[in-house]
T-cell receptor, first 112, second 110 residues
């Protein structure tokens, strides 16, 4: 089975721009979660989707949004980028009941 | 509140045994996970505990005590390639999310 894929792998943006990241889960997985990882904060939960519905959202500003499509692929969007948004963004797919998170390789975002 | 605590760093010698502890306080509990993350890579799943007791998987074992909010990951016969960060994570039933600890960086020396 193919693993979780994320595109793009690397991205450089400037402050004020917006960015869209994409995630394709493992085939058959209907849950997709997004995390932000920085050296100082560790893995921070952004959102979790299941069957196109957002089940939960972490403590991030409204500039961070996401969605899930009928084929379980997911996108997250960050608008009005700030320098502090520079991080590794990880997507993970899972399935009930255990919900083990299987991670993609991540998108490394640098905001200048 | 929700909190997961684990030591920031540990150092151990090749061939030895190391135990990485994790304590948690979460509003709900539906399982505890351990992940390994090498520098520059994504986390990979190591183990899952939902009932009290020890789960063994090769050189790695994980223990859970739900009443104490405590888990540990035991790594035996340490190898240099085990140098990585180890993340403890709890699945929160009520909130539909997985909460991660900050991770323990393990250094294995020759």
């Amino acid at each position: 089975k193919a693993g979780v894929t994320q595109t793009p792998r690397y991205l450089i943006k400037t402050r004020g721009q917006q960015v869209t990241l994409s995630c394709s889960p493992i085939s058959g997985h209907r849950s997709v979660s997004w995390y932000q990882q920085t050296p100082g904060q560790g893995l921070q939960f952004l959102f979790e989707y299941f069957s196109e519905t957002q089940r939960n959202k972490g403590n991030f500003p409204g500039r961070f949004s996401g969605r899930q499509f009928s084929n379980s692929r997911s996108e997250m969007n960050v608008s009005t980028l700030e320098l502090g948004d520079s991080a590794l963004y990880l997507c993970a797919s899972s399935q009930p009941p255990q919900e083990t998170q299987y991670f993609g390789p991540g998108t490394r975002l640098l905001v200048l | 509140g929700q909190n997961i605590d684990q030591p920031t760093e540990m150092t151990a010698t090749e061939g030895a045994i190391v135990q990485i502890n994790c304590t948690y306080q979460t509003s709900g509990f539906n399982g505890l996970f351990w992940y390994q993350q090498h520098a520059g890579e994504a986390p990979t799943f190591l183990s899952y505990n939902v009932l009290d007791g020890l789960e063994e998987k090769g050189r790695f074992s994980s223990f859970l005590s739900r009443s104490k909010g405590y888990s540990y990951l035991l790594l035996k016969e340490l190898q240099m390639k085990d140098s990585a960060s180890y993340l403890c994570a709890v699945r929160d039933t009520g909130g539909f999310k997985t909460i991660f600890g900050a991770g323990t960086r393990l250094f294995v020396k020759a």
